[in-house]
């Protein structure tokens, strides 16, 4: 019989080239996240993101809340089961603020978002959910199919990071 | 050499060495090519593009528009002014005659884009922009300051003081103090070169030119994108010369350049300097060049007046009519209404043109200023505003004072408006890049031109890489005085975007090569990478189209060869495709059924949960726009299939007709497009295998019927199992969610060995689904093809009272039985192909006389396993009533004969599809 | 790059949005009612004016959802 089903996340395979990246920009795929879309209205301020009980609940839209969590199921969370419509990255250093200033256009400064900012927009030329976690610290959820196009922009953004 | 002691702001410590025309030279750092060419009494540097005449440097900065060259080293790159490229060692150039020449090797060097935001952008970090960003900063502006030279100070010279100190120090001062604030960020070396909506502009840095060798890893070139509350405009001015005859020599510059040369550069441009002005700042250079060395004569057609500067200059009134040349082409004498003078250096100033465009690019109105000579912005802008020479303030105190947001009393003006003087105008140049004279102006007024745009495209004034600068302003003087009417009434040729050239490389910044376009992919990409797949792009993504197997004599399958064994393996045996690049949306909510019989031409509320129905989706105007299966979940709950360049404008199609017109159902659409992973597994022994992965499922054709679904279990994994065909043969579709994906599709892949699994891609897909008829959107239609053009009929409500389309469907027009319509094509002879796109005429055995009238076209066309020969899809005026006629395509040269069949050509009574 | 004011996420660029036209154009209540020509007209023809304009907009990029807009055509000024 062939192997059991294992899972496989859709940047597998680039952990060694984010490896190669320094600290001030380090890349780290989040692979196995649960998400789910939750509708109707929600009480979540726009634009924003809040850690909730075991989940963390992320702002779409004013009648769509994404919940996102690494260790509990869909059915836990509740929704509609999104897990493997996006990955994330984290991306977090001395210049993940500045790296991230050379494909989005969206104003990143630390008045404007801080910790707990969430914005649907663009990164590069990929449609990205990008979560602002502290000072110089973000994830960015990408669509998987977008996943590869969004990590080789990434690495070749930090070019100018590698010293 | 022509380099004075004492001057110059250039690290005479260290020595740079170039090469210009293939002699060697040698510089400093802080020169540029052009001063350091100047200081080696190198004044010819260009020739003009029309008449070859010789040409020196003009101006000292980008409005310079003369001395063009071609760099060589350290990358070929054409058109670039002398006067703008900082000198580094190494630097190879050569002069050019108005053309250059385009590098035959790719440019290596990194260009990118970045974002900047501020509550205060200025432009310009001379006197009035430093002030700006200091008073911004000092009130908790985030303050973006940015100034196209290398070093802030803008035309400040180092003779002048500000606040009772060196000019120069209160400059270095004041960055300091810039610097020290978090949220001031100073860009030097960049240019703003467009200003656009809501406080956006556009900046090119140059990063690395200036650094020899190019550090790695840094673009030479970035693109900021600076949205700024509030824009402030500290550009400057451009000094204008006066027009006399052959004022296009070498050795004829402006004033402020040559004293610009002086003060920064420390270089004495000429040491026998004629100066005529009509203006006092022309006065500055005459005192400094005299103080520097220079013999300088002073003409000015004012009387003379007793409160301009002092120096070792003589001063007369007077006026240059011409200029002569010696045996070089570069300048000898002058001709003045009073006799000749020798010079080798003719100064030019006849007053200055505030630099508005930044003001101007966003439609901010310049008025013309009569006693300036000159346009000035005319009126206050929201969120924009204009300070020191860019406004028309060109005294220091007034330029500090507006830059601290003070409104200064206007000095007294002094100067005269004095565009040309008397002389052949064919010999007055106006545009010097374009050889273009005052006799071309008055070509052009000749010719009935009245307006400043015509008259630019007429005579091309200002349409070199300049712009302008310097001559847009005597264009419109000159041509208002040939009209004889106002300046004010013709106004000046539009400024805009880019200020200065911008390389096509730093606009695209690093959306080049692979990230030109983002590479869709899906789950199982590696594997199709790994199996040595073809691939085709399909809008953004990348889908495998065939998988050639290694060939006999070495080398690999083509693609006819792949195709044919693929198509023969689903037939004959089983076949797996990905097809998980198929939008997919959820539609779910107590109002799903209803919303969904809207959105397709025929009923889905009827659906039960566990079936699947093949429906067809139009516009308002009847025509298809898509088409796919739909399951149904449970109650609420559908699973919608679009096609894969379907599924984001489909969900913006639904979500439109959601929140606008039907903002009462209580229904939400979720895109799942990557969610779920989906594999047709299709053949005759599909069966077989889909019963191995899942044997707890009865994949009997009584258990398991056409177009029902079954969820089980894989390993404990959810997985979807559907009927669904889209070839004719017995089918799955197997979904599961994408991290499951590629394990289970080498799971269906061992299990299918023993049955001679074959994997196929979207070439033999099409050949499948062609066999069958069965359309797809976006090929076999182009948006004027209804689902009864298609022969869909049957998929079109009778029963529902409307749904997006229906109503067109009752217009006259589109009923017409001769609108094209979905027919299958057999070229006679078996072994023609014939190429989509091929027009059809009537059966003819010679090509009638044009115009021929047309039939329709060929939509898709394959060679096909199952009938051993070729065969196409077409759609043809009245084709279903056509069919068993013979119709003709030309093909090149040829007149291939065709027989219209029905759409359906393998298994038109569908026995293969319960296996 | 026009900023436009998404009601729900704020200003963003104009290349998250997607171009709805006119608004105010409902639906008819029953297509069938009418003639060719007025469905014709329903379908096709849409107001072009200078100046003032309401239109719709979808923040395609953003949270998708659709709103409706005051701009000038001549300026292409969003009124706020």
Redesign the interface.
Known sequence: M?????????LD?WAARFAELPDSVALLAE??HTMT?V?GETTLR??TWVEEDGFDAVW?????VLRTSPFRSAAELGG???????TTIRLRGAHARDLL?????????PR?FGAGSA????L????VILLCLGENDYRILV????A???A??LL??A????? | MTRVDGYGRVDRTRTLRFTFDGVSYTGHPGDTLASALLAHGVRTIARSVKQDRPRGVTAVWSEDPTGLVQVEEPFPEPMLLATTIELVDGLVASSIGGRGRLAEVPDTARYDRRYAHCETLVVGAGPAGLLAARTAARRGDRVVLVDDRPAAGGSLTGTERICGRDALDFVADTLAELRAHPDVRILLRTTAFGHYDDGFVLALERRTDHLAPAPQGLSRQRVWRIRAGHVVVATGAHERPIVVADNDRPGIMLAASARDLLHRYGVLAGRRVVVFTSDDAAYDAAADLAGAGAEVTLLDPRPVRGDSRSGDYRRSRGLVLGTGAGPDGAISHVFTDQGELPCDLLLLSGGWNPTSHLFSHVRGALRYDAELGAFRPGEALAGVTVVGAANGTFDLAGCLAEGRGETPEPLPRTNLVLWRTDGDPARQYVDLQRDSTVADIARATGAGLRSVEHVKRYTTIGTAHDQGKTSGVLASAITAELLGVPIESLGTTTFRPPYTPIAFAALAGRERGQLFDPVRTTALHAWHVARGAVFEDVGQWKRARYYPLPGEAGGTEDMDTAVLRECAAVRRDVGILDGSTLGKIEVRGPDAGAFLDMIYTNLMSSLRPGRVRYGVMCGLDGMVIDDGTVLRLDDEGFLVYTTTGGAAPILDHMEEWLQTEWPHLRVTLTSVTEQWATFPVVGPRSRDVVGALAPHVDVSAAAFPFMTWQDTEVDGVPVRLARISFSGELAWEVSVDGWHAPALWRRLIALGEPYGITPYGTETMHVLRAEKGYPIIGQDTDGTVSPQDLGMSWAVSTKKVDFIGKRSFARAENRNPLRKQLVGLLPLDPTVKLPEGSQIIEQTAELPPPPVPMLGHVTSSYRSAALGRTFALALVKGGHARIGERLTVPVGGDLVPVEVTGSVLVDPEGTRRDG | MQLIECPYCGPREEVEFHYGGQAGVAYPADPAALTDEEWGRFVFVRANPKGRFEERWSHAAGCRRWFTAVRDTATYRFSR
């Open positions: 062939a192997e059991t089903l294992t899972r496989t996340g859709a395979g692979p196995f879309s509708r726009p634009n779409l839209g004013p009648d769509e509609t089961d999104v897990s493997a419509q996006r200033e050379t494909g989005c256009a969206i104003d990143l400064h404007v914005a649907v927009t663009l590069g030329q990929a449609n669509r998987s199919s977008f590869a196009y969004l080789e922009w070749d953004a070019t100018e990071y590698r010293g």
